[in-house]
């Protein structure tokens, strides 16, 4: 069960930061934003995915044509 708690700005920027490390060098340094644990990617060419790795924590899904 994903946590029902809406992220916050802030907490969004560190993700989408995370995508584009992981878009370009195919990692990032960047820790889950509310628990330090490490972030995950899964994407395609029209959609992603970044979350903690404990998954009840957060993640940010994006989708598009």
Known sequence: MESNR???EAERNVL???V???CTKGDTDLV???C?????FQGNLTSYRIFC????????TARGL
Not at 36 to 40: D, F, P
Not at 53 to 60: A, F, G, V
């Open 32 to 34: 889950c934003p509310r």
């Open 36 to 40: 330090s644990k490490k972030l995950m």
């Open 6 to 8: 809406k992220t916050t």
């Open 20 to 22: 584009e490390d992981f």
């Open 53 to 60: 790795e404990d998954r009840e924590c957060i993640s940010l």
């Open 16 to 18: 989408y930061k995370a």
